[in-house]
């Protein structure tokens, strides 16, 4: 018994001093992920600040060699996800750190339900993910309910950490108006934490058909605006990538290809809160907020404008907001808005929508109907 309690204070010293202990749950589990640890070489140990740097584009020999530690990184961790009820996608091309990230575990049903996104896959293949930003990572729950997992902390973070937690508290996750990603878990490796969301497909994928589905996905992004300012959070980031909406469509030659997905019940959110300011009372940031409605009007513009001639101010509400110095606020903004579109009778919202896209000081038009989803299936 002696032997065997001198060997066991000899082995936690050396993996606390030779490999460094890893403190996670309990002693059985702590040894397994230092000795891991230590056959992996320590790949949550990085000579940057910030462990997930993804390293200059522009410099494609640095690039490609931080992608590829990225990666590790997530395979590393891979049984840690598990461990919590989350299947990691996996690269099945591991000699191409460009290759698609795949599930592996079974799917469950195509409409789980809320906070989970309808899916319209026709086979795994459809839930491919590129694995472009390195904070994020695709897994299914063990009901086969699709997942992202985003690491928020390090250089920027815990800020989104912050925001996602305030947002997703129980007063304000019921707020009518927050149309922020639903907030599902937080998990901790080490120093690292990972925020667990559910995974919802881009809201610029699939064809707007009819007015009506145009002033609802407006309606939707310029309420989350003024909640967000209404509750002193700039977001800092509103781009055509951080608009979401609960559906998956499988992919298409185009993100007009498909149709029948914005049906009124249809949910949209915005995401990734790196770059949030959450302001203290005291604290000024209107230059913040005036950013914001200025990214809001250039996300929103190119499919708004595409109904302009039924709703008439729209153009000169976006000229507003895109202008840096003025006083428009997020409030006004939604209340012109709102002007604009009530009392719209049903023919109106129910009238096709031709052009698909306005950029540049020009229309783009579909050459052939969208493919309605809901007959595939």
């Not at 499919?303 to 997020?330: F, I, Q």
Request: one cysteine or more; a neutral charge; hydrophobic letters at 45%.
């Amino acid at each position: 018994m002696l032997v065997f309690l001198t060997f066991a204070v000899l082995l936690i010293w050396f993996l606390v001093r030779r490999l460094g202990f890893v403190r996670v749950g309990a002693i059985h589990t702590a040894i397994y992920w230092t000795a891991r640890s230590w056959a992996w070489n320590y790949p949550l140990t990085s000579a940057c600040p910030d462990l997930w740097y993804t390293g200059d584009p522009n410099d494609r020999q640095l690039f490609l060699r931080e992608k590829t530690r990225l990666i590790r990184i997530w395979t590393f961790l891979r049984p840690f996800f598990a461990s919590r009820g989350y299947d990691l996608f996996l690269n099945k091309q591991p000699n191409n750190i460009f290759g698609l990230l795949l599930p592996v575990s079974p799917r469950g049903c195509q409409n789980p339900g809320h906070p989970f996104a309808q899916n319209h896959y026709r086979h795994d293949d459809d839930a491919a993910f590129s694995f472009f930003a390195p904070r994020v990572w695709p897994a299914r729950d063990s009901q086969g309910r699709e997942i992202m997992i985003k690491a928020v902390s390090g250089r920027k973070p815990p800020r989104e950490l912050c925001a996602l937690r305030k947002l997703n508290s129980p007063t304000l996750r019921q707020h009518p108006m927050n149309h922020t990603i639903p907030l599902i878990d937080v998990l901790v490796f080490k120093e690292e934490m990972f925020a667990v969301m559910p995974r919802w497909g881009s809201a610029l994928c699939g064809a707007f058909s009819t007015v009506g589905e145009i002033v609802r996905y407006g309606q939707a992004f310029f309420e989350v605006v003024h909640f967000l300012h209404a509750h002193r959070i700039a977001h800092g980031d509103i781009s055509g990538q951080n608009l979401v909406m609960d559906v998956v469509p499988p992919e298409g030659p185009d993100p007009y290809y498909y149709g029948g997905l914005r049906d009124a019940n249809r949910k949209y959110a915005l995401i990734d809160f790196e770059t949030t300011l959450i302001a203290a009372d005291d604290e000024d940031i209107d230059s913040a907020y005036r950013r914001d409605l200025h990214d809001l009007a250039r996300t929103l513009e190119p499919t708004l404008r595409c109904a302009e001639d039924m709703l008439p101010g729209l153009v000169s509400l976006l000229d507003d907001m895109k202008m840096l110095n003025s006083p428009l606020t997020a409030s006004v903004a939604l209340a012109r808005y709102q002007d604009i579109c009530k009392d719209l009778p049903a023919a109106i919202l129910n009238s096709p929508v031709q052009a698909v896209s306005f950029m540049n000081g020009k229309f783009s038009y579909r050459h052939s109907d969208p493919v309605i989803l809901s007959s595939m299936l």
